[in-house]
């Protein structure tokens, strides 16, 4: 895999995890 795939994937992974946790608070 490429720097920039992995780099990518763990974006995504945060942004889900944001998300979640902001309609978990509300």
């Known amino acids: ?3 920039n795939s992995v ?4 974006g995504l ?5 944001a ?4 309609l978990g608070f509300h």
């Open 1 to 3: 895999m490429h720097m």
């Open 7 to 10: 780099i990518y994937l763990i």
């Open 13 to 17: 992974i945060v942004v889900v995890l």
């Open 19 to 22: 998300v979640l946790s902001f």
